[in-house]
Structures are given as C-alpha cells and as structure tokens.
C-alpha cells in the first residue's frame, strides 16, 4: 500500500475514566468492564454499530476510529446524550470514588493504520483533547459523570452547522496546551453551565472584595481655625468572608 493509499481521515474519540490508578486491581478491572458497558449502551442508543470501529482499550482509556457510514452529527449529539444517561443509571447507588466518571474528546482528522495502532496527527490532537487541563477541571468541578471537548473542527462543521440539537452557546470556547500541542476546542457539560465554571483553579470564582476608601490624613504645622469643618475617623476595618 502506498503513502497516498494509507491516508484518510476519519471522526475519532478518545475516552478516559478519572480514578483509576486509585483503584486496586479487581476495581480497576471493574472500571474498565463499566466503561466499555456504558459505551457500548451509548452507542447502541444511537443506533451507531461499535463493531464497526477501531478500537484500542488500553487500562483506564479507549481510542476510537471510526468509519465513514458513521454519522458525525449522531456521534456529537446522540451518542453524548446517551453515554450521559448510561452512566447515570451505572452511578445509580454508586458513591463517591466508586463512580464511573468519563472525560470524551471527538475530533476528525489523520489517521493512519499501523503495524498495531493507528497513528497520525488526529490520533495524537484527540488524545490531547482528552487529557487537556479545561476538560479535567470540568468534570473535576462539576463532579458530573461526564465531560466532553470536540475539535475546533467539530464545533464549527456540526455544532454550528446546526447538525444536531446542540446549541452552540452550550459550549465554551477553550484553550488547549499539552506539552507541545496547543489549540482552541469547545466544551460541553451536560446539564452544567460551562460558562460560570472556573477552569484555572478548579474552584469557583470567589467575589472581589469591595474596594475600600483610601485614607486621607493631613498635617498640619500651624494655628488651624477648624469652625464648621467637619471630620471624619478612621476606623479599623475587618475582613469578612
């Protein structure tokens, strides 16, 4: 096969639980079977067929590749909101750490078939997606069961294309830099409001405290004839909050 034969592009996702390294290693088992569950029920939900993808599951993670019969608009709009339900009804009873938590990243781009994996420039920006900083002080504030982020591309072809039922004012424009990647994506939580979220610290806005009077104080160095004039006393001010 040449070159030009091995290229194409194609919808990709990148999938990533929180917790798993915290997990002993029946629990990291269970995570694992837990997320290709709620995958698989996503998937089934939106009338797509995971048995035609390409997929490669590795620990708490799973890349995507998808074929071309695969709608795109169905995968961003569809398949979110039933990966959102399914991990409701997986959580249902489940607390704490024990939760299956996701992060999801949809990109299109390059990939290309190698000897074991898929490779190419898509598969590397998908994968970053999914491990940006936005995407995991999201979900991390939220505490939602899911967090999503798609390309640039994505946002702009679908999203505000008007291909699905989204509204592109759902989404927040970020941006992305892992190690020497660097890009603008869009986020979505579902059922959160992306814009009121504090994506540097993690936590939210505090208010600014309220701007106190300067303090004015005069000397003077000779007979002053103070009649009428009024003063004002400082006062020690405390904090509160």
């Not at 999203?159 to 986020?187: M, N, P, Y």
């Not at 004015?216 to 509160?240: C, I, K, L």
Request: one cysteine or more; charged letters at 25%.
């Amino acid at each position: 096969m040449t070159e030009e034969e091995k290229f194409a592009r194609h919808l990709l996702t990148s999938v990533d639980a929180t917790g798993y390294g915290r997990r002993t290693d029946r629990g990291q088992a269970r995570l694992q079977r837990g997320m290709l569950t709620v995958l698989g029920e996503a998937a089934e939900g939106a009338g797509l067929d995971r048995s035609t993808w390409d997929r490669q599951v590795a620990g708490d993670g799973e890349l995507a590749v998808l074929p071309d019969d695969q709608p795109e608009p169905r995968v961003v709009d569809d398949y979110v909101r039933h990966l959102e339900a399914a991990l409701r009804r997986y959580n249902r009873g489940v607390h704490g750490d024990q939760r299956l938590r996701l992060r999801l990243a949809i990109h299109y781009g390059p990939a290309l078939r190698g000897a074991e994996s898929y490779d190419g420039r898509g598969v590397v920006e998908v994968s970053r997606l999914c491990d940006s900083a936005p995407l995991r002080a999201a979900l991390k504030e939220t505490g939602a069961d899911l967090a999503v982020i798609v390309s640039d591309r994505v946002f702009h072809d679908v999203v505000d294309g008007e291909h699905t039922s989204l509204s592109a004012s759902d989404f927040r424009k970020v941006q992305v830099k892992v190690k020497e990647f660097a890009t603008e994506a869009f986020l979505f939580v579902p059922g959160y409001d992306v814009h009121a979220l504090d994506l540097v610290s993690g936590g939210p806005p505090e208010p600014h405290p309220a701007r106190s009077a300067p303090m004015v104080q005069n000397n003077f160095y000779d007979h002053v004839d103070a009649s009428g004039a009024t003063f004002g006393v400082a006062t020690s001010r405390t904090r509160t909050g």
